[in-house]
């Protein structure tokens, strides 16, 4: 476990850095579009590449792409540097002729996602998204160079490129306010969408291109290569199949949340609420409870993902079964307290975030409230993620395929039930909440699968040892609930008395959690504050 955490430590300083500035680059746009109607739009347009890149790429990488170049690097004579220049030649020309369908067809896939909105708000996100889609290009030559990276155990710039893309699109908001760009779709001038779309793709330019160029440092010489045939790369295609439904599937229900999303923001203007409650509140809430995961989990599942596929291609399982379970004690010593503050200050650290610009106050309150509901599920999707890794490993991707399909029929199921029977002011929540259950479930199911597959995960022990993770947490969760309780029945949430609450809550309970912790000896919890005091020693 040892290794795997200093492998994780380099990429979680990078990751932390990463997730710090996108935390800023989220509040300065919401600062400077709102959280309504052009927020909604906004955030939809930049979803679709994403997503479009996901489903051509971005799940091959960790599920195909990378298990078959680690054993092309151990088996083929050059060491597999013909094989990725091949993939490499491949997926750039892919990527550009997707890019530009992609953009030829914006109109329609905007109306697959905003079935619910206005025509005006409709043809805004269809300009922004003309400026955005070609970052597909981008967005896959980058990730295929930081995996080349991976594989080389090279993980630092792959965590850090993304804070140069945080950077660049933190300095656009900053100069569509100072044009005085406005939040109203309807109000939108040409100018203005074009200065955030074009924006927007050129932080993921500069991104993609740091990576490329720390990639040449480290000894790859790209030299096209159009000799496709008999070269292995079909293989990725077949086994990449599953994958590409797994990614439907998911896709598919992403799209049918992103409606609902879109509709409730729809319903609550409708319902002049003081506050907006649309997508773009759902995804913002979202990438807040992803933050602790792409600190934490990300960086741990990146390590794990090359060892794994290492011992699976030599059929040392027990290898393989530890390397997991150290992985999930891991992840999960630091995981359970983040999810248990997040469900008690979502609102508090909200509130200090968002109430700027052409964000207001409630807005940014209401969004902690959908965060709570997202914070729920923070430990069961990142077990989720990582039980799909040992899948991976083996050169499964079938199984995921029916793992995924389970959790979009809870997500979306519930959703839908979500947003008919709730009231327009709880349907976003509703929407969290959904994804919660659904990874509570899935998580549950894909364990007891993958254990079968492997001779056994270690459950009984590593489910006890979350448990006492839990019962050391829950004393800060109460010290910081009470002071959220407190101070929003009293002097009311503003930003002075939410960083109080936040100081009190993550930082007196922050710190009674490592006391118990050290007393109950959980010895994951003692191996990252050891790795951390080691760290800021002097002379280390």
């Given at each position: 476990?040892?290794?795997?955490?200093?492998?994780?430590?380099?990429?979680?300083?990078?990751?932390?850095?990463?997730?710090?500035?996108?935390?800023?680059?989220?509040?300065?746009?919401?600062?400077?579009?709102?959280?309504?109607?052009?927020?909604?739009?906004?955030?939809?347009?930049?979803?679709?590449?994403?997503?479009?890149?996901?489903?051509?790429?971005?799940?091959?990488?960790?599920?195909?792409?990378?298990?078959?170049?680690?054993?092309?690097?151990?088996?083929?004579?050059?060491?597999?540097?013909?094989?990725?220049?091949?993939?490499?030649?491949?997926?750039?020309?892919?990527?550009?002729?997707?890019?530009?369908?992609?953009?030829?067809?914006?109109?329609?896939?905007?109306?697959?996602?905003?079935?619910?909105?206005?025509?005006?708000?409709?043809?805004?996100?269809?300009?922004?998204?003309?400026?955005?889609?070609?970052?597909?290009?981008?967005?896959?030559?980058?990730?295929?160079?930081?995996?080349?990276?991976?594989?080389?155990?090279?993980?630092?710039?792959?965590?850090?490129?993304?804070?140069?893309?945080?950077?660049?699109?933190?300095?656009?908001?900053?100069?569509y306010i100072a044009i005085g760009g406005g939040s109203s779709a309807e109000g939108a001038r040409d100018n203005e969408l074009a200065l955030l779309g074009l924006g927007t793709t050129a932080g993921i330019v500069v991104q993609s291109i740091v990576l490329v160029i720390t990639l040449r440092r480290v000894g790859f010489r790209f030299r096209p290569r159009?000799?496709?045939?008999?070269?292995?790369?079909?293989?990725?295609?077949?086994?990449?199949?599953?994958?590409?439904?797994?990614?439907?599937?998911?896709?598919?229900?992403?799209?049918?949340?992103t409606n609902l999303a879109n509709w409730a923001g729809v319903r609550a203007a409708e319902a002049n609420l003081p506050y907006d409650a649309g997508q773009i509140v759902y995804a913002n809430a979202y990438n807040l409870f992803q933050l602790p995961y792409g600190v934490i989990a990300v960086s741990v599942i990146t390590a794990l993902l090359p060892r794994?596929?290492?011992?699976?291609?030599?059929?040392?399982?027990?290898?393989?079964?530890?390397?997991?379970?150290?992985?999930?004690?891991?992840?999960?010593?630091?995981?359970?307290?983040?999810?248990?503050?997040?469900?008690?200050?979502?609102?508090?650290?909200?509130s200090v975030v968002f109430p700027f610009g052409n964000s207001s106050p409630q807005s940014a309150y209401y969004l902690g409230t959908v965060l709570q509901a997202f914070a729920i599920g923070l430990v069961p999707f990142s077990i989720f993620q990582l039980v799909l890794r040992i899948f991976y490993s083996l050169g499964d991707t079938r199984t995921p395929?029916?793992?995924?399909?389970?959790?979009?029929?809870?997500?979306?199921?519930?959703?839908?039930?979500?947003?008919?029977?709730?009231?327009?002011?709880?349907?976003?929540?509703?929407?969290?909440?959904?994804?919660?259950?659904?990874?509570?479930?899935?998580?549950?199911?894909?364990?007891?699968?993958?254990?079968?597959?492997?001779?056994?995960?270690?459950?009984?022990?590593?489910?006890?040892?979350?448990?006492?993770?839990?019962?050391?947490?829950?004393?800060?969760?109460?010290?910081?609930?009470?002071?959220?309780?407190?101070?929003?029945?009293?002097?009311?949430?503003?930003?002075?008395?939410?960083?109080?609450?936040?100081?009190?809550?993550?930082?007196?309970?922050?710190?009674?959690?490592?006391?118990?912790?050290?007393?109950?000896?959980?010895?994951?919890?003692?191996?990252?504050?050891?790795?951390?005091?080691?760290?800021?020693?002097?002379?280390?």
């Amino acid at each position: 476990m040892s290794n795997l955490l200093r492998a994780g430590a380099v990429m979680m300083a990078g990751t932390l850095m990463s997730r710090i500035t996108g935390f800023a680059r989220t509040a300065v746009i919401a600062a400077a579009i709102g959280l309504g109607a052009l927020g909604d739009a906004y955030s939809t347009a930049t979803v679709i590449p994403v997503i479009l890149f996901d489903l051509l790429l971005g799940g091959l990488l960790s599920s195909v792409v990378v298990p078959m170049v680690v054993r092309a690097r151990k088996t083929d004579p050059d060491g597999g540097e013909a094989y990725e220049q091949r993939l490499l030649t491949l997926v750039t020309l892919i990527l550009i002729g997707l890019s530009v369908a992609a953009v030829a067809l914006a109109g329609p896939i905007i109306g697959l996602y905003g079935s619910a909105w206005r025509e005006e708000q409709r043809e805004v996100a269809t300009t922004l998204a003309r400026f955005i889609l070609p970052q597909i290009a981008f967005f896959g030559v980058g990730a295929l160079a930081g995996a080349y990276l991976n594989v080389r155990e090279k993980f630092a710039a792959p965590m850090w490129a993304p804070v140069l893309n945080n950077l660049v699109v933190i300095a656009v908001a900053v100069i569509y306010i100072a044009i005085g760009g406005g939040s109203s779709a309807e109000g939108a001038r040409d100018n203005e969408l074009a200065l955030l779309g074009l924006g927007t793709t050129a932080g993921i330019v500069v991104q993609s291109i740091v990576l490329v160029i720390t990639l040449r440092r480290v000894g790859f010489r790209f030299r096209p290569r159009f000799d496709f045939n008999h070269s292995g790369i079909g293989d990725i295609a077949r086994k990449g199949s599953w994958t590409l439904a797994y990614l439907g599937i998911t896709q598919l229900g992403f799209m049918a949340i992103t409606n609902l999303a879109n509709w409730a923001g729809v319903r609550a203007a409708e319902a002049n609420l003081p506050y907006d409650a649309g997508q773009i509140v759902y995804a913002n809430a979202y990438n807040l409870f992803q933050l602790p995961y792409g600190v934490i989990a990300v960086s741990v599942i990146t390590a794990l993902l090359p060892r794994m596929s290492g011992y699976a291609h030599e059929g040392r399982f027990e290898e393989l079964r530890e390397e997991f379970a150290g992985g999930v004690r891991l992840v999960s010593a630091a995981l359970v307290p983040a999810a248990l503050l997040l469900v008690s200050l979502g609102p508090a650290i909200t509130s200090v975030v968002f109430p700027f610009g052409n964000s207001s106050p409630q807005s940014a309150y209401y969004l902690g409230t959908v965060l709570q509901a997202f914070a729920i599920g923070l430990v069961p999707f990142s077990i989720f993620q990582l039980v799909l890794r040992i899948f991976y490993s083996l050169g499964d991707t079938r199984t995921p395929v029916a793992l995924g399909l389970l959790n979009v029929v809870l997500n979306a199921g519930l959703g839908l039930v979500a947003s008919l029977v709730l009231p327009p002011e709880y349907a976003v929540m509703g929407l969290a909440l959904s994804f919660s259950i659904a990874y509570f479930v899935g998580s549950i199911v894909a364990w007891l699968v993958a254990a079968r597959r492997v001779g056994g995960l270690d459950g009984p022990d590593v489910a006890f040892t979350i448990t006492r993770m839990h019962l050391a947490a829950l004393p800060m969760a109460a010290i910081a609930l009470f002071s959220l309780f407190f101070a929003s029945n009293t002097t009311g949430m503003t930003i002075p008395v939410s960083l109080a609450v936040i100081a009190v809550g993550a930082g007196l309970g922050g710190a009674l959690y490592l006391a118990i912790a050290h007393w109950l000896r959980i010895p994951e919890v003692r191996s990252i504050v050891g790795l951390v005091t080691g760290r800021v020693r002097p002379g280390r």
